[in-house]
Nanobody
């Protein structure tokens, strides 16, 4: 069974920082990409940042415009982990943050999308 486990959420004042972590576990062949999404109360889930993990090419990183310059996504291939460093947080960043990954299992080698359970980030004004 492939699982994504997030950690690092919490309550922080505006202007503060938090770092989220996500680790993929289970038996699988490879991870094609990992990302962070967020869902604020009453709103749709949206992508915050994404990083591809291709072995033969440079990684590609994408950010939502609202977090560019404030958030940094990074990954540790050896640990099957992805991180989200969030600086200069704003109240509008408050949401449940979900880890997302495209993982190819060790039987079919076809990537499927997996989600973590989410971690709450609350930014007070």
């Amino acid at each position: 069974q492939i699982l994504l486990q997030e950690s690092g959420g919490g309550l922080v004042q505006a202007g503060g920082s938090l770092k989220l972590s996500c680790v993929a576990s289970g038996r699988f062949f490879s991870i094609a990409a990992m990302a962070w999404y967020r869902q604020a109360q009453g709103k749709e889930r949206v992508m915050v940042a994404r990083v591809t993990q291709r072995v033969t090419a440079n990684e590609v990183i994408t950010y939502d415009e609202s977090v560019k310059g404030r958030f940094t996504i990074s990954r540790d291939v050896a640990k099957n982990a992805v991180y989200l460093e969030m600086d200069n947080l704003r109240p509008e960043d408050s949401a449940v943050y979900y880890c997302n990954a495209d993982i190819a299992d060790s039987v079919t080698y076809v990537p499927n999308t997996y989600w973590g359970r989410g971690t709450q980030v609350t930014v007070s004004s």
